[in-house]
């Protein structure tokens, strides 16, 4: 059963990188396409982005600037890194597998990770 | 970019009701959609996906409908476990989630 882990600084400055990781066990990352998504305290959810095994990617059009996700085939993880950071981005933030081929969902989640930016 | 419109941004429910959830995209989608549930300090569980098909395990209670820009998400007899905050996603261009609707006690 392939599960997800989100790891990363839970604390981040104003303007500095936040960067997170996330592990995959129990399966391959080969063949699918790897979300991260955000939600706010109190609010709804908001998708950064995703990356393939290969390395493509595509991001949320509002976070394009800021966002960047990878993936080690090697280590069976992906990574976020998000520049810039606000007092806007403190979130939770989840990683989840989507199949790479139609119909897209999102079928196994990570249990996310809370992220403050504060000073 | 496409927007996904969630209605109503809550309700109100007792056990056994027949409850109702629509979601609007500003631009044809298909059926590149999806729902999710998501239960407090919880990550969000799909529920429905390419509109009308339940992944296994879901309850037969669930069902989704619709197609190009109006979509349907429907509970037949709402149970405690149900009350929740219930989310559209379309995956046609992006990945954009709705707002979401939160499901309460009456």
């Known amino acids: 059963q392939v599960q997800l882990q989100e790891s990363g600084p839970g604390l981040v400055k104003p303007s500095e990188t936040l960067s997170l990781t996330c592990t995959v066990s129990?399966?391959?990352?080969?063949?699918?396409?790897w979300n991260w998504i955000r939600q706010p305290p109190g609010e709804g959810l908001e998708w950064l982005g995703h990356?393939?095994?290969?390395?493509?990617?595509s991001y949320n059009p509002s976070l394009k600037s800021r966002v960047t996700i990878s993936a080690d085939t090697s280590k069976n993880q992906l990574s976020l890194k998000l520049s810039s950071v606000t007092a806007e981005d403190t979130a939770v933030y989840y990683c989840?597998?989507?199949?790479?081929?139609?119909?897209?969902?999102?079928?196994?989640w990570g249990k996310g990770t809370t992220v403050t930016v504060s000073s | 970019d496409i927007q996904m419109t969630q209605s109503p941004s809550s309700l109100s429910a007792s056990v056994g009701d027949r409850v109702t959830i629509t979601c609007r995209a500003s631009q044809s989608i298909s059926t590149y959609l999806n729902w999710y549930q998501q239960k407090t300090g919880k990550a969000p569980k799909l529920l429905i996906y390419a509109a009308s098909r339940l992944p296994s395990g879901v309850p037969s209670r669930f069902s989704g409908s619709g197609s190009g820009t109006d979509f349907t998400l429907t509970i037949s007899s709402l149970q405690p476990e149900d009350f929740a905050t219930y989310y559209c996603?379309?995956?046609?261009?992006?990945?954009?989630f709705g707002q979401g609707t939160k499901v309460e006690i009456k």
């Open positions: 989840a597998r989507c199949g790479s081929a139609w119909p897209y969902y999102m079928d196994v």
């Open positions: 996603q379309q995956t046609y261009s992006s990945r954009a």
């Open positions: 129990g399966g391959s990352i080969n063949n699918y396409l």
């Open positions: 990356v393939s095994s290969t390395g493509s990617t």
